[in-house]
């Protein structure tokens, strides 16, 4: 079953802008390989750590937003863990609200607010 996801990756800052952006393009490729179908992507570019991580205090961010069958996430996983550009990450399920739910839950909201 094809669900919803979204990722959030540092790169090593010690790179510069230009040589972040083919390892970006290489990322999103492998998770195209992977067999992602990628609806959004965000560069939020190079950022303070909140901790050191392998010595390093700054890093560039990564946001992406895609969808895959979940029989293909731990080897996506296994992938950006081995690759030495990519400091960290973390995947997580997103979920995707229909305009029915969405009506609904602002009604709730109005419901609530009135009392």
Same mark, same amino acid.
């Given at each position: 079953m094809?669900?919803? /996801?979204?990722i959030l990756y540092l790169i090593n800052g010690d790179k510069t802008e230009e040589e972040v952006k083919p390892i970006t393009e290489s990322i999103h490729e492998i998770l195209r390989q992977a067999g992602a179908m990628i609806s959004? %992507?965000?560069?939020?570019?190079?950022?303070?750590?909140?901790y050191e991580i392998d010595h390093q205090r700054q890093? *560039? /961010?990564? *946001?992406? %937003?895609?969808?895959l069958e979940g029989t293909k996430?731990?080897?996506l996983d296994r992938i950006l863990t081995l690759n030495e550009n990519v400091l960290r990450h973390q995947m997580v399920t997103r979920i995707v609200l229909t305009?029915?739910? @969405?009506?609904?839950?602002?009604? @709730?909201?109005e419901r609530i607010a009135a009392k």
């Open positions: 094809v669900e919803h /996801y979204e959004k %992507e965000d560069f939020w570019g190079k950022r303070k750590l909140a890093g *560039y /961010y990564d *946001y992406v %937003e895609f969808d996430l731990a080897e305009p029915e739910q @969405l009506a609904a839950r602002d009604k @709730l909201r």
